[in-house]
C-alpha cells in the first residue's frame, strides 16, 4: 500500500501531465465536456 507522500507525488505528476497535455495548444479552449474526456482518457491510459 502506497504511502501518503507516494500518493501526494502521484498526484502531482498526473496534474503535471495533464498541464502538458492542455499546454500543447495553448490557443485553445475546453469545454466542462472535453476537459472531462481529456482526464478519462488520460486515467484510462487511451491517447488523445
Not at 502538458?20 to 482526464?39: F, S, V
Not at 482518457?41 to 488523445?48: E, K, T
Amino acid at each position: 500500500m502506497p504511502t501518503e507522500n507516494e500518493r501526494k507525488d502521484v498526484q502531482k505528476a498526473m496534474a503535471y501531465d495533464l498541464l502538458r497535455i492542455l499546454k500543447k495548444d495553448p490557443d485553445k479552449t475546453y469545454t466542462a465536456e472535453e476537459l472531462e474526456a481529456l482526464i478519462d482518457a488520460y486515467i484510462s491510459g487511451v491517447a488523445q
